[in-house]
């Protein structure tokens, strides 16, 4: 009797066991997120199972490179068509990856306002930034020397707010 039980029990609770642990390891998400970076690579790769695999940058330096796969197919074409720009990746990771190369599996994406295009060099980008902050340090010192004597300033302020209202919102931001 006992054999009888064992020979029907043990092939069903093998199955379950099976089908939980590829539920847990391949199909539940231990986290999800997103990540913000300049898409550096998407490919297809594999020799026998195809993959999309990426990169993205999130910075300089190593650690701020971060690897992904991609298994929806429509979501890995449209990346592919935007490599090279800034963009949000939406990920799910997983305590198994295989046969993708990374645990990371992204399942939706955004281009991150203010995309760089990828004509554009990193140190024209330094160099606008640059130029930015230098405007705005000169500017607010400028405004910082004249403002002991009010009545010059006060002028100085009614001046730009009827000349150039541009100029004139960034008061403001000096003491940001």
Same mark, same amino acid.
């Given at each position: 009797?006992?054999?009888?039980? +064992?020979?029907?029990? =043990?092939?069903?609770?093998?199955?379950?066991?099976?089908? !939980?642990?590829?539920?847990?390891?391949?199909?539940?998400?231990?986290?999800?997120?997103?990540?913000?970076?300049? #898409?550096?690579?998407?490919?297809? $790769? %594999?020799?026998?199972?195809?993959?999309?695999?990426?990169?993205?940058?999130?910075?300089? %330096?190593?650690?701020?490179?971060? *690897? +992904?796969?991609?298994?929806?197919? =429509?979501?890995?074409?449209?990346?592919? &068509?935007?490599?090279?720009?800034?963009?949000? #990746?939406?990920?799910?990771?997983? #305590?198994?990856?295989?046969?993708? &190369?990374?645990? *990371?599996?992204?399942?939706?994406?955004?281009?991150?306002? %203010?995309?760089?295009?990828?004509?554009?060099?990193?140190?024209?980008?330094?160099?606008?930034?640059?130029?930015?902050?230098?405007?705005?340090?000169?500017?607010?010192?400028?405004?910082?020397?004249? *403002?002991?004597?009010?009545?010059? *300033?006060?002028?100085? $302020?009614?001046?730009?707010?009827? @000349?150039?209202?541009? !100029?004139?919102?960034?008061?403001?931001?000096? @003491? &940001?």
């Amino acid at each position: 009797m006992k054999s009888w039980k +064992f020979k029907v029990l =043990a092939p069903i609770v093998l199955i379950s066991v099976l089908v !939980l642990a590829k539920f847990i390891l391949f199909d539940f998400p231990i986290s999800s997120g997103k990540r913000v970076g300049n #898409l550096v690579k998407i490919s297809k $790769k %594999g020799k026998i199972i195809k993959t999309w695999e990426g990169t993205i940058d999130e910075g300089s %330096g190593d650690k701020l490179t971060h *690897y +992904f796969s991609v298994k929806d197919n =429509a979501v890995a074409q449209e990346l592919y &068509d935007y490599e090279g720009k800034l963009v949000i #990746l939406y990920y799910e990771e997983y #305590l198994v990856g295989w046969p993708e &190369d990374t645990t *990371y599996n992204v399942v939706a994406w955004a281009p991150k306002e %203010g995309s760089i295009e990828s004509n554009s060099t990193d140190e024209n980008v330094k160099e606008k930034v640059s130029q930015s902050i230098l405007s705005k340090t000169l500017f607010c010192t400028m405004l910082g020397t004249i *403002y002991k004597d009010q009545e010059l *300033y006060k002028a100085v $302020k009614k001046h730009l707010e009827e @000349n150039n209202l541009y !100029l004139f919102k960034q008061i403001d931001k000096c @003491n &940001d």
